[in-house]
């Protein structure tokens, strides 16, 4: 079967952004952006992107544009005959389908939201009133259902198109219109009036403010930040390097892309605290910040009707724009594993998708008495701590040891894939700093992500989960060490 490819270079950029470019830039970059020091953790996270989240992304791109495949057997093809690599790709299987199976439901949120501000229903609301819909909201499990299942349905119906006519086409509309909407609701906050406060909160160094939350707790939120940001580890970006030719090099690619990824979570701050310090509302992080806080914002402004429903617009095209990716994944382990027609793996992966979406839609109401990481805790909580705190990281580890070891793809291997074409070339001389300096970075991630998870949880749970993470970090090492028969 001859594999599809982009229509354009633009087209690459754009729907690999719109994977990068998920809900935790608009609900959690501003946040902890105004509450680790403004623009001096700005500085420390653009640092961050360019000496860890740049190389990861472009190892991960090679890796897919060199073997044309999919992460379920790109490993297969690069790999040199009787080593162990092949097995990380159950890394990138399991981690798209798992992500997959929380994350249509926050999309499914995102779109009744945007129905609901269409409609009016926000309007002149009481705040007691927008805190209890969202609350409403995840005990009903008809609507929950409803909206989950409709953007799986969107998803796999642009994919079932095929990449150019399909993926590329409406991803394309989709994120030029999400960025023309950040745009408007940006230039709509700062003006408002208050607004400096906010502006001078978000983007004035407050090295103050860094002290008193710690400058080793600021530096790590930095680092986290740009790692996490850019969906790199499990093969949701790969599978855009291998539609990719090898006019243009990877780095230049990587770096335009992060780019846009940087200006979504900048220009999210502009929408969001400037608004929030105009009205006197302390801006939160999470489902709160979104769903309770910004709603009552919109519910206070002129013309909040208007403003509501555009933001709610933004969020869902955010996330439909990483679902649409992730099932390009999905649909595309089936093809490479077996053969299928692009059809039959749509038919396939829709319906166990929404099959799998399920226990995370019913842990908010049917299911609400399970409380896998402590109480107070749902399925999704789990699945996304299985994604972000391990998959994630433990797949960028694995990229980075297959693109650097000599039992695996090899260093120079690599540089000629990733320099391949016209543009900025992956320097020779980042050898050592990419086989040892990134996987300490990335190990550090790992432990200190379980640490700050199960610390406040006792110490017998901290020990217990601690022992897992080094577990699966000893079989990342191992695919790494063990030589080739």
């Keep these: 079967m001859k594999r599809e490819k982009f229509g354009s270079r633009l087209g690459f950029i754009l729907v690999s952004a719109g994977c990068a470019i998920g809900l935790g830039n608009v609900w959690k970059f501003p946040y902890i952006c105004g509450a680790y020091g403004g623009a001096a953790f700005i500085l420390i996270y653009l640092a961050f992107l360019v000496v860890m989240g740049i190389p990861v992304l472009v190892c ?48 499914g949120w995102m779109m009744y939201y945007c129905f609901r501000s269409f409609r009016g229903d926000f309007a002149g609301a009481a705040p007691d009133q927008i805190a209890g819909a969202f609350g409403t909201m995840l005990g009903d499990t008809s609507t929950m259902v409803f909206w989950t299942v409709l953007i799986c349905i969107i998803g796999f119906g642009v994919c079932l198109f095929g ?27 700062v003006f408002l009036e208050g607004a400096g406060e906010g502006i001078r909160f978000y983007l004035v160094p407050d090295f103050g403010k860094m002290r008193d939350s710690g400058i080793g707790n600021v530096v790590f939120a930095a680092l986290s930040q740009a790692f996490f940001t850019l969906s790199i580890g499990i093969g ?49 992080a999470g489902p709160s910040l979104v769903f309770i806080t910004l709603p ?33 994944n999905i649909i595309a382990f089936d093809m490479d594993l077996f053969g299928w027609s692009r059809k039959k793996s749509v038919a396939v992966s829709a319906v166990l998708v929404i099959l799998l979406s399920m226990p995370a839609v019913l842990g908010y109401n049917v299911l609400s008495m399970l409380q896998p990481l402590g109480e107070g805790s749902t399925i999704m909580d789990l699945e996304d701590f299985i994604v972000s705190n391990n998959l994630l990281p433990l797949g960028s580890l694995g990229y980075v040891l297959f693109c650097t070891r000599k039992n695996g793809w090899g260093w120079e291997a690599f540089l000629k ?11 020779q001389g980042l050898r050592a700093y990419v086989a040892y300096g990134i996987p300490v970075i990335i190990t550090v991630i790992y432990l200190k992500g379980y640490y700050d998870m199960f610390s406040a949880r006792g110490t017998q749970v901290l020990v217990g989960w601690m022992a897992v993470a080094v577990l699966f970090l000893a079989f990342v090492f191992y695919c790494a060490l063990r030589k080739r028969k």
């Design 163 to 189: 990449l150019q006519s399909g993926v590329e086409r409406i991803t394309k509309v989709m994120m030029a219109a999400l960025l023309l909407i950040m745009v408007i609701l940006a230039l709509h906050s």
């Design 296 to 328: 009552n914002i919109f519910a206070q402004m002129a013309g909040g009707t208007l403003w509501s429903a555009l933001f709610f617009l933004f969020l869902t095209f955010a996330a439909l724009s990483t679902i649409i990716a992730v099932f390009e």
């Design 417 to 427: 894939e990733a320099n391949a074409g016209f543009g900025i070339r992956f320097p």
């Design 60 to 107: 991960e791109f090679a890796v897919g544009r060199a073997s044309k495949k999919s992460v379920a057997v790109s490993f297969d093809v690069l790999e040199p005959e009787g080593s162990f690599w092949h097995y990380l790709k159950y890394i990138g299987i399991f981690g798209c389908y798992l992500l997959m199976m929380f994350y249509t439901m926050v999309g």
């Design 236 to 284: 949701a970006m790969l599978i855009f390097g291998s539609y990719l030719d090898r006019t243009r090099s990877l780095t230049g690619e990587a770096m335009n892309i992060t780019i846009l990824d940087t200006f979504v979570a900048l220009t999210a701050g502009f929408i969001i605290i400037p608004a929030c310090f105009a009205y006197g509302i302390e801006p939160g």
